[in-house]
């Protein structure tokens, strides 16, 4: 039962231009997201959150939209850079301590 | 920076066997999570850990695996008799609360059970 769906497992950008992964969800009662960065042989590196009260949140080149009425949620990084290059995995949570992962997205960025 | 700590970074265990996988979370840090990641899965939730209980589990976690936080730093994970399915990355993850602070994950353990 994936309640999280990244469809998209890869995506690759030229450097400087715009990345954008997506994320869905399908339980109406997820109420914060969480968006991480996954390098080779690491852990998962938290990057930004957003909670259901918002539709937006900015933290320099990132920036995370949540559409709840689509249950959906982006990640938008500008200037995509060759260091972003990495797996990025969505996650979302009802309030309680369990956090629901995506699949990921391995992104490439070429310079 | 503060960071999550695991060890060892790679174990192989005979199928049957008992294995502890160990982590430090941040020191100042009051909830302790194992998730995991079997290769070409998605991550996966085990068990959250606060005030020296579980709070919560998941059906992957059932009686062969248990969590302990023998000491003030340390915070373990134990497979009584592993099985070749529980392969898998381990990440441990520690936060200051809940919902909105995210998590500090570890580097990760790589079990293989042979």
């Known amino acids: 039962d994936q309640q999280v769906k990244q469809n998209s497992p890869s995506l690759s950008v030229q450097e400087g231009r715009i990345s954008i992964l997506n994320c869905d969800y399908t339980n109406s009662m997820f109420d914060y997201f969480l968006w991480y960065k996954k390098y080779p042989a690491e852990g998962p590196t938290f990057l930004i959150s957003i909670s259901s009260i918002k539709d937006k949140n900015e933290d320099g080149r990132f920036t995370v939209f949540l559409n709840k009425s689509a249950k959906h949620l982006s990640l938008h990084i500008v200037p995509s850079q060759p260091g972003d290059s990495a797996v990025y995995f969505c996650a979302a949570s009802d309030a309680g301590n369990q956090f629901y992962f995506g699949t990921g997205t391995s992104l490439t960025v070429i310079p | 920076e503060p960071e999550v700590t695991q060890t060892p970074s790679h174990q192989v265990t005979q199928m049957g066997q008992e294995v502890i996988l160990r982590c430090v979370p941040i020191s100042n840090h009051l909830y302790f999570y194992w998730y995991r990641q079997i290769l070409g899965q998605k991550v996966e939730f085990l068990v959250s850990?606060?005030?020296?209980?579980?709070?919560?589990k998941s059906e992957i976690f059932d009686d062969q695996f248990s969590v302990e936080r023998p000491d003030g730093s340390n915070f373990t994970l134990k497979i009584r008799s592993t099985k070749l399915e529980d392969s898998a990355m381990y990440f441990c993850?520690?936060?200051?609360?809940?919902?909105?602070?995210?998590?500090?994950f570890g580097s990760g353990t790589r079990l293989t059970v042979v």
């Open positions: 850990f606060y005030n020296n209980e579980i709070s919560e």
């Open positions: 993850a520690s936060s200051a609360g809940q919902g909105i602070y995210g998590y500090t």
